[in-house]
T-cell receptor, first 113, second 113 residues
Framework: GAVVSQHPSWVICKSGTSVKIECRSLDFQATTMFWYRQFPKQSLMLMATSNEGSKATYEQGVEKDKFLINHASLTLSTLTVTSAHPEDSSFYIC?????????FGPGTRLLVL | QKEVEQDPGPLSVPEGAIVSLNCTYSNSAFQYFMWYRQYSRKGPELLMYTYSSGNKEDGRFTAQVDKSSKYISLFIRDSQPSDSATYLCAIARGDTGRRALTFGSGTRLQVQP
């Protein structure tokens, strides 16, 4: 299957700072990638759809000014959590797909102190 | 009503048992059906993918889809302690390479040695 990487795998930051998470498709090109958030013992919840060369599409209830998404190339999408607060602490996962299905990155664990 | 319903478990079975995991969905527009396995603090790993009613087998895993009942299942034969994880069903409309997945809540499985 296709490979998706994420960096960093975990990050701890102070409240009020911004954190950037990278998602890369290593062996395929992805015009569309997806960002999910997962709280402990819960399922994945879609946050936004990242579109190469155009604006991201956000799910209802997700603040676009807080979660900035950039998809500047066919293999890289970034999610920046701006002015992070403790309630933003979560597991962030990206995915990209081919014609058959979606492949997920290993996830980034964010802890905001 | 959620689009995808999945029993969260936990499900505990002895090693060697046959495991049955199930999901129901509400919208007949969904055409693609996947099962993912997620270990703690890791990204989801694709196990099975199918788009037609019937059975699809891969090693110890069998995915079953009944579109008339809107019911999907994953069977694990000869379960092993290493199968202990959370299993997520996921469904999608149309071209899954472009569309986000809708996940079930996940079933936690524990295989006892």
């Amino acid at each position: 299957g296709a490979v998706v990487s994420q960096h960093p795998s975990w990050v701890i930051c102070k409240s009020g700072t911004s954190v950037k998470i990278e998602c890369r498709s290593l062996d395929f090109q992805a015009t569309t990638m997806f960002w999910y958030r997962q709280f402990p013992k819960q399922s994945l919840m879609l946050m936004a759809t990242s579109n190469e060369g155009s604006k991201a599409t956000y799910e209802q209830g997700v603040e676009k000014d807080k979660f900035l998404i950039n998809h500047a190339s066919l293999t890289l999408s970034t999610l920046t959590v701006t002015s992070a607060h403790p309630e933003d602490s979560s597991f962030y996962i990206c995915s990209g797909g081919d014609q058959e299905t979606q492949y997920f990155g290993p996830g980034t664990r964010l802890l905001v102190l | 009503q959620k689009e995808v319903e999945q029993d969260p478990g936990p499900l505990s079975v002895p090693e060697g048992a046959i495991v049955s995991l199930n999901c129901t969905y509400s919208n007949s527009a969904f055409q693609y059906f996947m099962w993912y396995r997620q270990y703690s603090r890791k990204g989801p790993e694709l196990l099975m993918y199918t788009y037609s009613s019937g059975n699809k087998e891969d090693g110890r895993f069998t995915a079953q889809v009944d579109k008339s009942s809107k019911y999907i299942s994953l069977f694990i034969r000869d379960s092993q302690p290493s199968d202990s994880a959370t299993y997520l069903c996921a469904i999608a409309r149309g071209d899954t390479g472009r569309r986000a997945l809708t996940f079930g809540s996940g079933t936690r499985l524990q295989v006892q040695p």
